[in-house]
């Protein structure tokens, strides 16, 4: 929890500068570990390849990115039920937040899922696929607003 709170008055009454009001400093104090920011601990805890601790640490986080959660679910590779719920997951949140995401794209994501077992070609195939789609998603974001400009006249 962030906020402002007083400090100790010992360290709070400090003189006004003209040397005769006095005021209360505040202190921005954050709540943060000792292990620092909650997404710094994520990425360490996907690092070491324990599933457990990176889905624990996912849950101090207040959004997880496409690209996390795709490093997570390739985490339970050696689950083979709780990987393909968790690809099923990633899939349907792909077509969510990329709705003009072609099928082919997500043919390539499920094939990519089943390699990625076997091999890590798979997981560059997915890596891939989504970097390609972040792309195609930002393209069209700027081809639509140029086009809008064009339109309206205001470009």
Same mark, same amino acid.
């Given at each position: 929890?962030?906020?402002?709170?007083?400090?100790?008055?010992?360290? /709070?009454?400090?003189?006004?500068?003209?040397?005769?009001? =006095?005021?209360?400093?505040?202190? $921005?104090?954050?709540? /943060?570990? !000792?292990?620092?920011?909650?997404?710094?601990?994520?990425?360490?805890?996907?690092?070491?390849?324990?599933?457990?601790?990176?889905?624990?640490?996912?849950?101090?986080?207040?959004?997880?990115?496409?690209?996390?959660?795709?490093?997570?679910?390739?985490?339970?590779?050696?689950?083979? *039920?709780?990987? *393909?719920?968790?690809?099923?997951? =990633?899939?349907?949140?792909?077509?969510?937040?990329?709705?003009?995401?072609?099928? !082919? @794209?997500?043919?390539?994501?499920?094939?990519?899922?089943? @390699?990625? /077992?076997? $091999?890590?070609?798979?997981?560059? /195939?997915?890596? *891939?696929?989504?970097?390609?789609?972040?792309?195609?998603?930002?393209?069209?974001?700027?081809?639509?607003?140029?086009?809008?400009? $064009?339109?309206?006249?205001?470009?």
């Amino acid at each position: 929890m962030c906020g402002l709170r007083t400090l100790g008055q010992a360290s /709070v009454r400090r003189p006004h500068s003209k040397g005769t009001t =006095w005021h209360h400093r505040r202190a $921005n104090i954050c709540s /943060v570990t !000792s292990q620092g920011h909650p997404h710094a601990r994520f990425r360490r805890a996907l690092s070491t390849g324990d599933p457990r601790l990176a889905e624990a640490a996912a849950r101090d986080l207040h959004h997880v990115s496409l690209a996390d959660a795709l490093e997570l679910c390739l985490l339970y590779r050696g689950d083979p *039920e709780r990987y *393909e719920r968790a690809a099923a997951r =990633w899939i349907a949140r792909l077509i969510a937040e990329r709705p003009k995401i072609h099928l !082919s @794209e997500i043919e390539l994501a499920a094939a990519g899922f089943r @390699e990625a /077992v076997h $091999n890590d070609r798979g997981v560059v /195939v997915l890596r *891939e696929c989504l970097a390609a789609s972040t792309r195609a998603t930002a393209g069209r974001a700027v081809t639509g607003a140029v086009g809008k400009a $064009n339109y309206t006249g205001t470009g």
